[in-house]
């Protein structure tokens, strides 16, 4: 199936540490994007790519939290340095530009302790 | 301010029963509209979408979603619901082929 890769599924973290959380699109999709998904607050974007440029990112997580698109078929988003606040589950979607279809991927569940 | 708000985090119904899940959002102008389903543990599913045209958009599985103008809402519909349909219902918007916008989800859970 060719969907949306995402690596690793789970993730423990000490607080403090640096984590890479990897992403593989859809084949052909421009648009990428980093969700975080938590109960409470629901889906939040993190960060948003077309054709690998950076289009947006959520504001409130540019300090510690970096996402690049080095080539269209691969994208990262690196937590630098976690804090136990930053546990939660991180989706990678994509889809084609001027699609509303979005494929996701089935996350990667991180704990910080 | 573009947000999307889905005023009903949890609804409870027996199967068989109709069930609408409701989802509002702010904002005018070119507006693309979505719904997604999340089955616990998975990651999320497109359903189903409405741009232009009829303001009833079928989905999968019997879903079904209405656009209204007027109310600036993007219900869903199922006329008969199943225990699989058990899931967190997240409606989403899109203005002008950028960003999309998710609400916070609707849990809703079938009693068999």
């Known amino acids: 199936d060719a969907g949306v890769t995402q690596t690793p599924r789970h993730e423990v973290a000490e607080k403090g540490q640096t984590i890479i959380l990897k992403c593989e699109p859809v084949?052909?999709?421009?648009?990428l994007f980093w969700y975080r998904q938590t109960k409470i607050q629901g889906l939040e974007l993190l960060s948003y790519?077309?054709?690998?440029?950076?289009?947006?990112d959520g504001g409130a997580f540019k300090d510690r939290f970096k996402a690049e698109m080095l080539n269209s078929s691969f994208s990262t988003l690196k937590i630098q340095p976690t804090e136990p606040k930053d546990s939660a589950v991180y989706l990678c979607?994509?889809?084609?530009?001027?699609?509303?279809?979005?494929?996701f991927g089935k996350g990667t569940r991180l704990t910080v302790v | 301010t573009q947000t999307v708000s889905q005023s009903d985090a949890h609804v409870t119904v027996f199967e068989g029963d109709s069930v609408e899940l409701r989802c509002n959002y702010s904002?005018?102008?070119?507006?693309?509209l979505s719904w997604y389903i999340q089955h616990h543990g998975r990651g999320l599913q497109f359903l189903l979408k409405y741009y232009s045209g009829n303001p009833v958009v079928q989905g999968v599985n019997g879903f079904e979603a209405e656009f209204s103008k007027s109310d600036s809402s993007f219900h869903l519909r199922k006329a008969s619901v199943h225990w699989s349909d058990s899931a967190v219902y997240f409606c989403?918007?899109?203005?002008?082929?950028?960003?999309?916008?998710f609400g916070k989800g609707t849990s809703l859970t079938v009693i068999p």
């Open positions: 084949s052909g999709h421009n648009d």
């Open positions: 989403a918007a899109s203005w002008g082929y950028q960003n999309f916008y």
């Open positions: 904002y005018g102008g070119s507006i693309y």
């Open positions: 790519f077309r054709s690998k440029s950076l289009m947006e």
């Open positions: 979607a994509s889809s084609l530009e001027g699609s509303t279809e979005v494929f």
